[in-house]
């Protein structure tokens, strides 16, 4: 099956401090990944969108200058969450997808959390 | 405005018994729909999908139902076990949207021993 790798599981750090979240595709070729946020008992905020080798597409609302996302390759994505506060704590979680007609495959996401 | 609705926040069921989980839609433009398992501190894990083109789908103990005039799917789980409690969710996309997939907001499932 598709197997998504997101990597750290879980970050704590100071405020202030930039933070790169890695997602990788790793037995197939990702055209587009994915990057949500998870509110506790709340349904997944998509972020962005992202294509290899080209910008993202932000969802009305995400500061791009704030969540950086760079997908380098077709089975690389990264999303950095600069300067992070105390209000960017949350589960980030990405996915990717083979074709556009084919289903999600999503990380197990990453618990961030900003002291 | 939620384009896909789960309006059960959660459901208790008995083990063996039939586990039902509905989903409502809005935008007729959706022809693709899928729904998700999440356990606690891990990404949703993709179960089943439907197309607009079919009305039932079926994957071993995994049925989805799809009642386009009424906007209306469901997932059917038989016999549910205890390793089934958990989030689902219903996501939709279509086409002209770019296949962009838009989630509901989950219907937890107990499934009682």
């Known amino acids: 099956g598709a197997v998504v790798s997101q990597h750290p599981s879980r970050v704590i750090c100071k405020s202030g401090t930039s933070v790169k979240i890695e997602c990788r595709s790793l037995d197939f070729q990702a055209t587009t990944m994915f990057w949500y946020r998870q509110f506790p008992k709340q349904s997944l905020m998509l972020m962005a969108t992202?294509?290899?080798?080209?910008?993202?597409?932000?969802e009305q609302g995400v500061e791009k200058d704030k969540f950086l996302i760079n997908h380098a390759s077709l089975t690389l994505s990264t999303l950095t969450v600069t300067s992070a506060h105390p209000e960017d704590s949350s589960f980030y979680i990405c996915?990717?997808?083979?074709?556009?007609?084919?289903?999600?495959?999503f990380g197990d996401g990453t618990r961030l959390s900003i002291l | 405005d939620q384009q896909v609705k789960q309006n059960s926040p959660s459901l208790s069921v008995q083990e063996g018994r039939i586990s039902i989980l509905n989903c409502d839609y809005t935008n007729s433009m959706f022809d693709y729909f899928l729904w998700y398992k999440k356990y606690p501190a891990e990404g949703p894990t993709f179960l089943i999908s439907?197309?607009?083109?079919?009305d039932k789908n079926e994957d071993g103990r995994f049925t989805v139902f799809l009642n386009k005039s009424a906007k209306h799917l469901s997932l059917h789980i038989v016999p549910s076990q205890p390793g089934d409690s958990a989030v689902y969710f219903c996501?939709?996309?279509?086409?002209?949207?770019?296949?962009?997939?838009?989630f509901g907001a989950g219907t937890r499932l107990f499934v009682k021993a």
């Open positions: 996915s990717a997808r083979k074709a556009s007609n084919q289903p999600q495959h």
């Open positions: 992202s294509n290899e080798g080209s910008k993202a597409t932000y």
């Open positions: 996501a939709a996309s279509s086409y002209g949207g770019g296949f962009k997939t838009i």
């Open positions: 439907i197309s607009s083109i079919k």
